[in-house]
């Protein structure tokens, strides 16, 4: 498989206005015709390389979705004012009143919430599968149905979705597969997977800055065009539009990512591997007892690791908790949701970023109380941080001293 995603991105030149190296931001809403007929044109879609309204596209929009296009290899790239904003925006372009989705049930609680309840209003329907067990995703196909929708590593349990096998599933149906590349950018090249719309949430690893939220979806020039239709274009009408000097400021974090990544993943595993040796229910797919283990070294760049999440089951709440608030008052990090800054994160998925999904399916799927996600940061020496977790660990009873390996 061809992997040049980061070289790709490297390649990219951007000529300033005045020939400056990085490009200059558009720093305005509307743009000025010569002619009338030019205008015309132009909001019949006529006209290459001519500027209406930056709603519709900016110059600098249109240098990070080149970026976020070459990043998954696709024809092109619409970047958005939020991660939701991109995912909602292919919903609703793909799926009329009546339709019915087929989506995984492990992902973000967010999107769960958009297909479970706001859908509702729409008379579209959502079935939550297994997406690793591909008999049941097939069996779940209807009529109605207008897509497959999955994150290619899950949101919070880490499950791998088999992308090239979807993938036929979805082109013997004639569906799109629709994958949130939000956890994996790099590591897992969804398009090249056979991903026919990739979606991001930039707000994390892409950006990596955690200043902003943001999202792109990389797809088919008629497609992304398609979403930025003035007249039934998601994307256009609903308006979550990326302020430009946003996106200049993501443009120049992208160019650091291939370095963030590994990092992330190297630090990740390190712990990962740790605290499994000591006996603890972590879940990570770097290991392999991680049940997508296979699947992700199937599909991904092993330049790049296996990702800078990982999930760590402590028994309770209470000592999830405990755990979270004394790993920040010991600087090792932030109790907060989100992930991909440059430092460590921590949050109890169950009670904050999945809590809209109600507590028995919580359970169904195997999100239990005291799990905690991390997202690993760049620290410099891990085995420090390591060294001051267990520390924290063996306070809380978590670990016993008798697990000491050190
Ligand atoms: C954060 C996140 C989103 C939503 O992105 P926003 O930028 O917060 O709107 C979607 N999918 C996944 C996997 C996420 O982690």
């Known amino acids: 498989m061809d992997y040049k995603a980061s070289e790709r991105i490297q390649d990219l030149q951007y000529f300033g206005e005045f020939g400056g190296v990085n490009p200059s931001i558009s720093d305005s809403s509307t743009y000025t015709f010569l002619s009338a007929k030019t205008m015309f044109d132009t909001f019949e879609g006529n006209t290459e390389g001519c500027y209406l309204y930056s709603r519709h596209s900016s110059p600098s929009n249109l240098y990070l979705g080149e970026a976020m296009a070459q ?12 991660g939701m904003g991109a995912i909602s925006a292919v919903i609703l372009q793909l799926c009329n009143s009546g339709d019915h989705i087929v989506c995984s049930r492990t992902i973000y609680g967010g999107t769960y919430a958009f297909l479970k309840n706001f859908l509702k209003k729409f008379n579209i329907s959502t079935s939550f599968v297994d997406i690793t067990n591909l008999d049941v995703v097939e069996n779940s196909i209807n009529k109605n149905t207008k897509m497959i929708y999955c994150e290619a590593i899950s949101n919070p349990l880490l499950e ?39 979606v991001h949430s930039l707000t994390k690893f892409i950006n990596g800055s955690s200043d902003c939220v943001a999202g792109a979806v990389c797809a088919s020039s008629d497609f992304c065009l398609a979403l930025k239709d003035v007249n039934d274009g998601a994307g256009m009408l ?5 302020d430009s000097l946003r996106a200049a400021s993501i443009l120049k974090n992208m160019r650091t990512l ?25 879940a990570y797919p770097g290991l392999e007892s991680h049940p997508g283990h296979e699947t992700m070294k199937a599909q991904m760049n092993p330049e790049y690791g296996f990702g800078g999440l990982l ?20 600087k090792l990090g932030y109790l907060a949701v989100s992930l991909g800054f440059y430092k460590t994160l921590f949050s109890a998925p169950g009670t904050s970023t999945s809590s809209e999904i109600p507590m028995e399916e919580q359970e169904e799927l195997g999100l239990s109380q005291g799990l905690i996600r991390f997202s690993i940061g760049l620290e410099n020496d ?16 978590i670990l016993t001293n008798d697990s000491a390996l050190v």
């Open 258 to 282: 291939h370095i963030r990544i590994k990092k992330h993943s190297e630090n990740a595993l390190y712990l990962a591997q740790q605290f499994e040796r000591e006996g603890l229910k972590v």
């Open 311 to 330: 999930t760590l089951d402590v028994g309770s709440l209470d000592k999830a908790n405990a755990l979270m608030e004394q790993m920040q008052q010991k």
């Open 71 to 82: 990043l998954e290899g696709t024809e092109s790239a619409n970047v958005f004012a939020s």
């Open 238 to 242: 609903m308006g979550s539009t990326l």
């Open 160 to 198: 791998v979705a088999d992308i090239n096998a979807l993938s036929s599933l979805s082109k013997k149906h004639k569906l799109p597969l629709v994958v949130d590349n939000t956890f994996s950018p790099l590591s897992v090249n969804a398009a090249q997977l056979g991903a026919d719309i990739v």
């Open 382 to 397: 891990i085995h420090h941080t390591y060294l001051i977790m267990r520390e924290c660990m063996e306070q809380l009873g």
